[in-house]
């Protein structure tokens, strides 16, 4: 009999683990319409320092050439922190949320290269949505940025995993 109801407490739907898991698959899925807001339609502030191409299009493929610029044309130290700092912090939930949402990548401290890979992959999506499809700035440093984000928040949610299981190791004692 006691053993029935271990088994139907583990099977049984709502056994508190839907709510949570539900909670961040949601919260995951409001991040990310955030950031297709932003990187889409929001304002396009500080973006061209250089030539415009042909239809108000802006193309950089010379990894750090925009960052350099950026720092040497603004006007004062806020605008880079604003610019570059803005587009690591921006993928940093990406990187959180995403071994959280799925659970493939929570296994090790190796799961941070292919939450890294995967920052990449939605950052090159974006910047090729973005030359196509509006008139902003393609821009490889953009993706740059943006990965070294996704891998600052992929470590943050390793080391906060490491960080419990060291508490709750010390608890049991």
């Known amino acids: 009999m006691k053993k029935e109801k271990a088994v139907e407490k583990e099977t049984k739907p ?6 949570p898991r539900a909670f961040v698959t949601m919260f995951f899925l409001l991040y990310m319409a955030s950031l297709f807001y932003v ?3 929001a304002w396009n502030y500080g973006s061209s320092y250089g030539p415009v191409g042909e239809d108000g299009r802006n193309l950089n493929v010379v990894p750090f050439l925009s960052i350099h610029n950026i720092y040497y044309y603004s006007t004062d130290i806020w605008v880079p922190i604003r610019i570059l700092l ?5 993928f940093i939930p990406f990187g959180f949320l995403f ?3 799925y659970r493939r990548w929570r ?11 995967f920052a990449l992959l ?4 974006i910047e090729v949505n973005q030359y196509f499809f509006t008139y902003r700035v393609a821009n490889i440093d953009d ?3 943006n990965t070294m984000g996704g891998i600052v928040g992929a470590t943050f949610y390793f080391l906060i995993g490491k960080l419990h ?8 004692k």
């Not at 803005?86 to 921006?90: A, L, P, R």
């Not at 296994?107 to 890979?117: D, E, T």
Request: proline share 5%; glycine share 12%.
């Open 14 to 19: 709502g056994n508190g683990q839907t709510k």
């Open 39 to 41: 990187v889409f339609f």
């Open 86 to 90: 803005g587009n690591v912090i921006m």
């Open 99 to 101: 071994p959280l949402v």
């Open 107 to 117: 296994r090790s401290i190796l799961g941070i290269l292919p939450v890294g890979f």
């Open 122 to 125: 939605l950052s090159t999506f």
């Open 143 to 145: 993706v740059i940025l």
């Open 165 to 172: 299981f060291l508490y709750v190791k010390i608890a049991k």
